[in-house]
């Protein structure tokens, strides 16, 4: 799922008056998936359903079978915590040099906020420069 797929399923219900957030259209959009690969999948049809009915009608569902999916992402919210997550990598591998350990969270921290930097001007950050602040 994309975020225009997400904004889209929330501009029509809106134009019906009905309001729906993100996280329900999101559930709504997985479910589907879920049930293309699981075509047996009780939960994930009777979410679809009652979100098919909500954002048609603005019924609220009122089961619980939402809770227990797994949270959905869009491809582009995927593609955003890998890089996310990719980027704390490479700091903590540059860090790693001055002593700080790869998920030592406080003392990259510590780093950061003694040198009064950012994470993205870490990663800016030439082996050199780092190695002079660490001095």
Do not use: W
């Not at 219900?13 to 049930?35: H, N, P, Q």
């Not at 009777?46 to 949270?71: D, M, W, Y």
């Not at 491809?75 to 490479?90: L, P, S, T």
């Not at 030592?104 to 994470?119: G, I, R, V």
């Amino acid at each position: 799922m994309t975020n225009a797929q997400v904004a889209k399923i929330i501009s029509d219900a809106a134009s019906r008056g009905i309001e729906v957030s993100e996280d329900e259209v999101c559930t709504f959009l997985g479910a589907k998936e879920l049930l293309l690969k699981e075509p047996n999948n009780k939960v994930a049809r009777q979410v679809v359903e009652e979100s098919t009915k909500h954002f048609r009608t603005g019924e609220k569902p009122t089961s619980f079978a939402r809770f227990v999916l797994p949270i959905f992402e869009t491809d582009e919210e995927i593609v955003a915590g890998k890089k996310m997550r990719d980027d704390f990598i490479e700091i903590y591998r540059r860090l790693g040099r001055f002593g700080i350990a790869e998920g030592d969270y406080t003392a990259a921290q510590k780093f950061q906020a003694q040198h009064n930097l950012t994470s993205a001007q870490i990663l800016t950050m030439s082996e050199s420069e780092l190695k002079a602040l660490a001095a």
